[in-house]
């Protein structure tokens, strides 16, 4: 009886074909200490913590004042408003205007919960931490700042468009792309590619998980099979964003479907938000003008 | 008149030289439950693919209410919109139809898109939540979810844009006795209704317990 229960279970749904005898055996293996995992602990840190890029919106209720004073701006402003902070910050010559966005960035942060701070800082300090290694040659040339000039603006810059994305949600980023008056398929396109970052990072967690589930005992190409990893994390990706664009469009996505959008009337938080956005533009030129 | 008519389609996916579909005729009737089954990689996800305009015919046409639906007929806006808004299509891979923050906005997605009332809106989302037993996840990431609660959100997602005709790739997959059986009531008063459902499936119990006429597509 036992045997024969045994053997049904060893044969496949079909009931004709047996399982081939090295996996219907039992497990003996015991794998020798790997002493190569550093590669893979990486690889899966480094999309661990791309994954982690993936903006989730709050409900209104759980949201901090900022962002529910910020949320009644239109996102299309928004958008305006944070290019513009962008573009100044990058075009600074000096770090006076940086200092200050920075100390803007950090109290608007500090009014978040801890997860979602770090899901401001977390990007924009590994995106710092490139560009200060990318500008370490720069120092041999003379320009003895520009690693730390490059990474504090670097800092800055993701850190605001990280808050933005992570405020607006992609409902919003898409909102916020056709308020610009963008036709919806490039708004599809642009918006799919600034959350293809995202997925990027979860497609290769899940790849990179598989990997190392699969990587038993001492594997000596590390390196190749983190490469294989990454090939397949676009092509995922390109194929995830296909499918996503037309479950967009089965859903009624980029038709116009009320006639003309609603006419833009302006409302006291934008007005607020335009004097805001004022002030620090002439902060900005002030301070580049105050250092010539 | 046949809601759904396939006459002698062809279609190869560009990246292949194979035929995806090979001469494939069948009708849908209106208020019909249909099923197309066959084997793996017989064509069924690739049928509703053309039904929907997502792909187009090399030869052979399809027609939709007797309207032929074709690259330069989905360039008439008023048309898509009318085929956006008739027919519904919950992929294979519910991953892919997932996009928003929670799943309240995913499941509103459709209905805000064509601009309804608000209160059209919450009266869609909410009904479509309970339907399909979404309530407790609202305000959760739809990347987050289940396989099985997926499925059921991105059916809830096409649901809401209220299809004449309702079309579901393997609807039964990964969902366990309770969510299936929500699956095949839903899928039955809907058919009551008077609407038409057509599945691509393997389950041929879910087949039975619709009533549904079988559609075979032949594999090779
Ligand atoms: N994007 C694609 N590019 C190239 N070939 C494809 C693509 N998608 C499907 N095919 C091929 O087209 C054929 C039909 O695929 P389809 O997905 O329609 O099958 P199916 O009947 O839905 O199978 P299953 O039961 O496994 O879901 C298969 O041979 C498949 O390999
Ligand atoms: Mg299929």
């Given at each position: ?33 790997d ?19 993936r ?87 003379g ?18 468009v ?24 490039i ?6 590619a ?21 990587s ?60 805001a ?16 | ?25 069948f ?19 690739t ?10 015919p090399s ?141 691509a ?20």
């Open positions: 009886m036992r045997a024969n229960q045994s053997e049904q279970e060893s044969c496949g749904s079909q009931g004709q074909e047996p399982l081939p005898e090295w996996l219907s055996r039992g497990s003996s293996y015991e794998p020798s200490v002493r190569d995992s550093f590669a893979r602990r990486n690889v899966l840190a480094l999309t661990r913590a791309l994954a982690k890029l903006s989730e919106v709050d409900p209104v209720g759980q949201r901090p004042w900022v962002d529910r004073a910020l949320g009644v701006v239109t996102p299309a402003l928004r958008l305006i408003g944070t290019l513009a902070l962008v573009a100044c910050v990058s075009m600074a010559r000096n770090l006076a205007f940086a200092w200050l966005m920075l100390a803007v960035l950090l109290v608007l942060c500090a009014m978040r919960p801890a997860h979602r701070i770090a899901q401001i800082v977390g990007p924009a300090a590994l995106a710092a931490l490139l560009a200060f290694v990318v500008n370490v040659p720069a120092i041999l040339l320009q003895a700042s520009a690693p730390v000039r490059m990474a504090t603006k670097t800092f800055v810059t993701v850190g605001y990280a808050s933005l994305a992570q405020a607006l949600g992609s409902d919003g980023m898409v909102a916020a792309l056709r308020g610009l008056g963008l036709s919806p398929h708004a599809t396109v642009v918006d799919l600034l959350r293809d970052i995202v997925l990027l990072g979860e497609a290769a967690t899940s790849l990179s998980e598989a990997l190392s589930l699969r038993v005992g001492t594997n000596k190409d590390k390196t190749s099979s983190a490469a294989g990893v990454m090939g397949v994390v676009f092509v995922r990706a390109q194929r995830l964003a296909t499918a996503r664009a037309e479950a967009m469009e089965l859903r009624g996505y980029g038709l116009d479907w009320t006639g003309g959008r609603t006419r833009y009337r302006l409302r006291m938080a934008d007005a607020a938000y335009v004097l956005l004022a002030a620090v533009v002439a902060s900005f030129a002030y301070l580049e003008g105050a250092m010539v | 008149m046949s809601l759904v008519e396939f006459s002698n389609v062809c279609f190869a996916y560009p990246s292949s030289q194979r035929l995806a579909l090979d001469g494939v005729s009708t849908v009737d209106e208020g019909e439950a249909c099923a197309l089954v066959g084997p793996n990689g017989c064509g069924k996800s049928s509703l693919r053309l039904l929907v305009g997502l792909d187009h030869l052979g046409e399809v027609r939709f209410a007797g309207e032929l639906v074709d690259a330069s007929a989905l360039r008439d806006a008023r048309f898509t919109k009318r085929l956006r808004q008739r027919v519904g299509l919950v992929f294979q891979d519910p991953d892919a139809q997932l996009f928003c923050p929670t799943v309240a906005e995913e499941v509103s997605f459709g209905p805000r898109q064509m601009g309804l009332s608000t209160e059209e809106i919450e009266r869609r989302t909410d009904d479509c939540l309970r339907m399909f037993d979404l309530e407790r996840l609202r305000d959760r990431a739809p990347w987050r979810l289940s396989g099985g609660e997926k499925r059921r959100c991105a059916t809830a997602c096409v649901v809401s844009l209220a299809p004449d005709l309702l079309c579901l790739d393997e609807p039964t997959n990964g969902l366990d006795d309770a969510s299936r059986a929500g699956m095949v009531a839903f899928l039955r008063s809907f058919v009551a209704a008077g609407k038409t459902v057509l599945v499936t393997h389950d041929l119990q879910l087949v039975s317990e619709l009533g549904a006429r079988t559609i075979s597509l032949a594999g090779r």
